[in-house]
Structures are given as C-alpha cells and as structure tokens.
C-alpha cells in the first residue's frame, strides 16, 4: 500500500427495497441523510470536509448537500453529486478518494437512489422514462435491451442467464439466514433487511422473455430499487479498514455497454500493480446475468468463480441505480474488514453503465 492511499473505515447501507414498497415514502435526500449520519457515527464522528453521493435520477438540488445537512453534520459541510448512471457510488467514491488523498481531510461518498419518488421527466409537454445515454448518431439502447442484444451477441443462452442468477438468489439467501449482512445495514422506515431475496423454483421456467425472441427475462434482471449507502473516507495510515489502490473509470461502445466493467477492472489492476490472481473478493454490479456473464468472460473467469459476489448480487439484493456502486463496496468493507481477513487482502468493486461506460476501484485490507 502507497503511504498516500486513503482509507475506508466505516461502510454502511439502506435495506435494499423494491421500487415502490418499504422505503417508497422516503425521498433520495432523506434516505441518504440516515445512511450518511450512521456511517459517521460508526467511524467515531470525525469531522468531515465534504459528502459526495452518486445519483442517477433524482430531483436535483445537489443531493449529497442535502444529506450532509440531513444528516446533521453542519452548516459548514458543503456536499456534491456525481452522475455516472449505475456507477455513480464508486465513482463518487473513487472522486472523494483522489480529493482525501490531495489534502488528507476525511469525506463521506456513496451514492442512492429512490426510484419511488423520482419525478418523472418532460420534453415539449412529452413525459419519457429516461434521459438519452448518448447523442444523436450513436447507439442508445436501454438497459433491458443492451442486455439483450449482449446476450445475443455473446451467445448466452437463457439457461446459461438462469444458472447464474440462481446462484446470486441462493448464495444472497444463505447470507441473509447467516446474518452477514446484519452489521451492514442501517434500519430505515421500520425495514432490516433486503426485499427482494429468493425467486421461487416454479417462476423460472414459466417466464416470458422480455425482449420478442429474446432471452432475457425478470429472473435475469436486477428489480429496480430504493437505496442508499456510505463510506467514510479517512486519510492514509488510518486503520482498519480498505485502502483505496486504485480507481477506474474507462468508456466502451454505446451499443454493448454492458461490458463496459471489464475494460475498466483491467485499468485498475494495472494501475494498482495487480492482477487478477492476486484478488481474493470482488463485487460485480449485477444488472443482468448476460452483462455479469459477459465480464467475466471477458475477464477469462468462469460463471461461478466463488470470488464473485459470494454472499449474492444485485440481482438478488437490488439495483437502486445510483447507489448500486456504493453497495459493492460496503459488501467488500463486509467480506473482508469485518469477516477479518489479514492485511494485505485485495478486493475489487466494478460497475458496467449506460452510455457505455466502466467503473472500478481495487482495495486492500489494512490492519
């Protein structure tokens, strides 16, 4: 570890809720507001210089202000928010690492999302679902599609999408019943624990695909979601915790963005000196089976590498799309900071994003 590399050493989230259901009354700055104060509290309340959250489709008004006021921490904590679609959490996490490294000052990052309240937006009097990922000229497919056409241009088979989110269900609902992610997570609005774990044996087969002659369907998808989560960031040689070795953030083509993680997990092991091999955890932003799939087979790692969200991904926790990034590294600050692995463990977080884009950030235990 270099003698500048900040640190994580407090991680915490939101239950994970389904679009519409236990966290639907809260909006993005309150439930941001309870994560950002209890992350604090669990770093021993230092003074903080600045919060920055990731945030996809919000209201505006500068979220990651809003929560530093919600959470209490003072008039004098500025805030900011960052905008990389389903990476913004680690990429607000990489921005207030690089800021934490330059002045040694402690920060809070992390992103979230309320999908339940976010407004619906209007162009010429025409409400849309989504701003455009790219301009005019390039290709722009939504999610469910990109995922769609990856999967047909991979070559993944339905049965193959289906294997893999299985295991993302059994090993999210084998955690849960373990209570590893009890010491994670924040209680909001009366919930303790993640909605959308388990998918009955029988739904599988009978779903439809989503796509006409496609092969993605529902079971293969994350749900959209509610969510928040947080870290604090605190200067070098502080401890235990994550130092951060590295971070990433690459561009991919439009049209295939579902790859766009593995380019940038590349990066930052290069970056970092790394390798592969050398990983012992890594948290995979899971938005479809066929995208997960597909990294990692750019990666020449296999379907189930038991590296690979080991205790279940966003398919089965949730995908609250601005803070899904932030979530994998709370999961990392779990797997190895509180499960106790030595010094000198490495762990990576990537996220693929709309637009065509890649994020990725590599840890390292500090003890």
Known sequence: MADTDPVVVAAQRSPLAVRGRGLARLDAGALAGEVVAAVVVDAGSPPVADVILGNCTGPGGNLGRIAALAAGLGIGVPGGTVDRQ???????????????RADGRTRVAGGVESASTAPVRVHDGTPFSRAPFAPAGFADPDMLRAA???????????????????????????????????AEIVPVAGMTGDEGIGVSAAAWARLAPLVDGGTVTAATSTRIGDGAAAVVIAPAG??????????????????????????????????????????????????????????????????????????????????????????????????????GAPAGTVGLAAASVGGGLGVAAVFEVVR
């Open 148 to 182: 769609d056409d990856l999967a047909a241009h991979d070559g993944l088979s339905r049965a193959r999408q289906d294997a893999y989110a299985q295991r993302s269900h059994a090993r999210a609902t084998t955690a849960r019943a373990a209570g590893r992610f009890d």
């Open 86 to 100: 389903c990476g913004s959490g680690l990429a607000a996490i990489g921005d207030a690492a690089l800021a934490t």
């Open 238 to 339: 502080s401890a235990p915790g994550l130092a951060i070795r590295a971070t990433a953030v690459v561009g991919c083509d439009p049209a295939l963005p579902g790859i766009g993680a593995a380019p940038a997990i590349e990066a930052a092991l290069t970056q970092a000196g790394l390798s592969l091999p050398d990983v012992t955890a890594i948290e995979l932003v899971e938005a479809f089976a066929a995208q997960s799939i597909a990294v990692l087979s750019r990666l020449g790692l296999g379907d189930d590498d038991a590296r690979v969200c080991t205790e279940g991904g966003a398919l089965a926790l949730g995908h609250p799309w601005g803070a899904s990034g932030a979530v994998a590294v709370v999961r990392l600050f779990s797997r190895l900071v509180r499960a």
